[in-house]
């Protein structure tokens, strides 16, 4: 696997590889994984991998191949392609040293990540498969990351180069498929292989862990969590903040906005920014809130679906999404039941959803109790898994014996 984001990652896409090469080696494969430092969400270097330019690591029976790269604290244009930039020619000059595989899976974006992957899969002459988390053509062009447009162009050419050399591409969500398509990949060699919920489920009491987090019994909580990047668009959280001091709203996580985030909420006494939460905890925090959020700037439409949703749904709390409703977010949730969709950069429209659902807490108990039942009919890790262990074996031909 080529995935710059891997354990210890606690968010976005390193989990999902992290579990996907974890049970690869579960069945008695010998699996390796090419990937960056470890720096997401943050966007700050593991401290345990300062000093390092090459590392070589066994992680749960898994071979992890690190090469440095660049890690910008804030996301401009130039800084993004000196990230890319810096995984490719690393990765291209140090390749990993190692048998011959059967096949070579990458985790899209990061670009770099693509096009290495399609790389190695050539030289090795073996299957290459790409799973699109993202398509950061698109999200350049959209998040507001200054020189969007050039890096767009920039990204629509390497996702396009490493799209089209692939034996079969995975997309997260059908959104995906008319822009990959438009990349030039046939589309009878695009199959859908959904994320799954790769927490667990919650077990402490909600009452303890409010306590623990300090949030009063009677007082509506509303909590993002994830990455604090620019195409979430948090600003709407704090807008919708300062128009109720009597709702709390947490933005507990980390990325390149949170500094941004701080400065804009630091009157906002009804709005804390907390670290990310310890992987035990963190489905129980998720389980507490009252409401749980995600919001997007109104111009993101095709972007992944946000990895978060999966947590949420599995917390069993109501989803409030401040997302376009053309966009793949708003169809999740529409899908799974278990939320409202707002007008995207909206505060009132956010905070009326929140004061509905606080009045009327049957209906919150019902759309919450609806993520659970969704996850275990389509988002669970044993169905998640297997389908990715399918699109690998109908690129290699058949199960390898």
Excluded: C
Aim: proline share 8%; hydrophobic share 45%; net charge neutral.
């Amino acid at each position: 696997m080529v995935s710059t984001n891997y354990a210890p990652e606690h968010a976005g896409i390193g989990p999902y590889a992290t579990q996907i090469a974890e049970h690869w080696a579960g069945l008695g494969h010998d699996t390796h994984v090419f990937a960056g430092m470890p720096h997401y969400p943050s966007w700050s270097l593991d401290p345990q991998y300062k000093g390092a330019f090459q590392r070589t690591e066994k992680r749960a029976g898994v071979t992890v191949h690190r090469r440095r790269h660049t890690v910008p604290g804030r996301q401009t244009a130039v800084k993004r392609a000196a990230f890319e930039g810096s995984i490719l020619v690393h990765g291209a000059v140090a390749p990993p040293r190692m048998p011959k595989p059967h096949a070579v899976l990458a985790q899209m974006p990061s670009l770099a990540g693509g096009v290495l992957a399609a790389r190695l899969a050539a030289r090795w002459k073996v299957p290459y498969v790409p799973v699109v988390q993202d398509l950061m053509g698109a999200a350049a062009a959209q998040s507001g990351i200054s020189g969007g447009d050039k890096a767009a162009a920039l990204a629509a050419r390497a996702e396009a180069y490493a799209l089209k050399r692939a034996t079969l591409v995975g997309v997260i969500h059908e959104t995906f498929v008319d822009k990959v398509v438009a990349m030039g990949v046939d589309p009878k060699r695009i199959r859908l292989v959904p994320n799954w919920s790769h927490v667990e489920v919650p077990s402490a009491p909600r009452g303890e862990t409010r306590r623990h987090m300090g949030w009063a019994p009677n007082q509506t909580v509303v909590l993002h969590s994830g990455n604090m990047g620019l195409k979430q668009g948090l600003e709407v959280l704090v807008g919708a903040a300062r128009l109720d001091p009597r709702v709390r709203f947490v933005l507990m996580g980390d990325g390149s906005q949170r500094s941004a985030l701080a400065e804009l909420s630091a009157d906002v006494p009804n709005l804390d920014i907390i670290p990310p939460a310890e992987d035990g905890k963190f489905p129980d925090i998720l389980a507490a809130a009252d409401v749980l959020a995600v919001t997007q700037h109104a111009a993101v439409l095709d972007m992944s679906v946000p990895s978060k949703l999966t947590s949420y749904f599995a917390a069993g709390r109501p989803v409030v999404a401040s997302v376009a409703a053309e966009g793949g977010t708003a169809q999740e949730v529409e899908r799974s039941g278990a939320g409202v969709l707002v007008a995207p950069e909206d505060p009132r429209a956010l905070l009326k959803a929140v004061h509905a659902l606080a009045d009327d807490p049957v209906t919150a108990d019902e759309l919450g109790a609806a993520g659970p039942r969704h996850v275990a009919a389509n988002l669970s890790r044993e169905a998640g898994l297997a389908r990715i262990d399918a699109l690998i074996d109908e690129a290699l031909g058949g199960p390898l014996p």
